[in-house]
């Protein structure tokens, strides 16, 4: 079963907001120890991945910038091939200069704006995926603590986490 992290962290609140009420203690619920512990390892499992895909971006990115910066070599390389070849007459030579220099202008100029598009998508995809990764490790750090207060031993009469805290947490996560 392939999941995003988000989907498995519905699934986590899901079954906790769904879990059946401790008899007495209506701020407790009883929650399948395997089933959510199966829930958080599979959370860590597609973490990396996601990373992955992060890092699949930044390599396209550079990718996409090195074959702009050749595009312009080319191109810049072609327009000084094409001077070189009118050097026979003054005037053709002038012309073949100037076009050059409009040639390689109008090509680093395309550069820029190819690395600074593509700099601007990278750094979009990678400021959501930061967010996803850091809103999904603080809900699974929350989760866990929670899980830790209600499988701990508590002292009678006393209870650390209420059902209220547990979906205070939860909506904050959102």
């Known amino acids: 079963m392939e999941n995003h992290a988000l989907d498995i962290i519905d699934m986590l609140y899901t079954m906790i907001a769904e879990a ?3 008899p007495l ?8 120890r395997d089933k959510a512990l199966g829930l958080l390892d599979d959370l860590k499992a597609v973490l990396p ?7 699949r ?14 595009e312009a070599e080319s191109i810049r390389r072609s327009a000084e091939e094409q001077a070189n070849q009118m050097v026979d007459q003054q005037s053709v030579l002038a012309a073949a200069r100037k076009k050059a220099d ?3 202008a109008e090509a680093e100029k395309k550069s820029r704006e190819l690395r600074r598009v593509a700099s601007s998508f990278l750094d979009d995809a990678l400021r959501t995926t930061e967010e996803t990764v850091a ?12 899980f830790r207060a209600i499988s701990a031993p508590e002292p009678e009469g006393k209870a650390d986490v209420s059902l209220r805290d547990v979906e205070e947490v939860d ?3 959102q």
């Open 49 to 55: 991945m996601e990373l992955s895909e992060a890092r």
């Open 57 to 70: 971006l930044v390599n396209a990115r550079d990718e996409f910038v090195n074959n702009a910066k050749q």
């Open 102 to 104: 409009e040639t390689v």
């Open 135 to 146: 809103s999904a490790l603080e809900n699974v750090r929350t989760a866990r603590s929670q």
């Open 25 to 32: 203690g209506n701020d407790k619920c009883i929650v399948e």
């Open 171 to 173: 909506l904050l996560g």
């Open 20 to 22: 059946w009420g401790v």
